[in-house]
């Protein structure tokens, strides 16, 4: 069942993973949230947002390409009120309080769980 709180709300989604999109898509749809666009690297990821600006991304770290860091500092370079979530695998400790200083609201740890994610989202866009 959608929250209202994030019904209406849009997200880019960024991950190398095709699945990891597909499984962030059905559980950003689940919750009454649109999403805008998904990107495959850093370098997509910052053509989108500023194109699309949306509500919130969620941000891989390890990319090919441009990672998510840099990303991230490009983003909230051209938006310093961006909302950008990190999705990180386990053991990147250090690389997860890079991408805090660098700009993101938070981070989410893989395997990714639905209640995790939608409580970050609803912090994240309540904070902002």
């Known amino acids: 069942m959608a929250d209202d709180t994030l019904r209406?709300?849009?997200?880019?989604?960024?991950?190398?993973a095709t699945i990891i999109r597909?499984?962030?898509?059905?559980?950003?749809q689940r919750?009454?949230?649109?999403?805008a666009g998904e990107a495959e690297d850093g370098e997509e990821a910052v053509r989108l947002y500023?194109?699309?600006?949306?509500?919130?991304?969620?941000?891989?770290?390890?990319?090919p390409g441009m990672d998510g860091i840099t990303a991230t500092r490009k983003i909230m370079m051209f938006n310093?009120?961006?909302r950008i979530i990190m999705v990180s695998?386990?053991?990147?400790?250090?690389?997860v309080r890079e991408a805090i200083s660098a700009g993101a609201k938070d981070f989410i740890v893989?395997?990714?769980k639905e209640d995790r994610l939608m409580s970050s989202v609803r912090r994240v866009l309540i904070e902002a």
């Open 80 to 82: 310093p009120k961006a």
């Open 22 to 28: 597909l499984m962030l898509r059905k559980m950003f």
């Open 50 to 63: 500023e194109a699309m600006c949306p509500d919130f991304v969620t941000m891989d770290i390890t990319m």
């Open 8 to 16: 209406g709300k849009t997200v880019l989604i960024v991950d190398d």
């Open 31 to 35: 919750n009454g949230i649109t999403v």
């Open 89 to 95: 695998a386990l053991g990147q400790e250090s690389k």
């Open 110 to 112: 893989k395997p990714l």
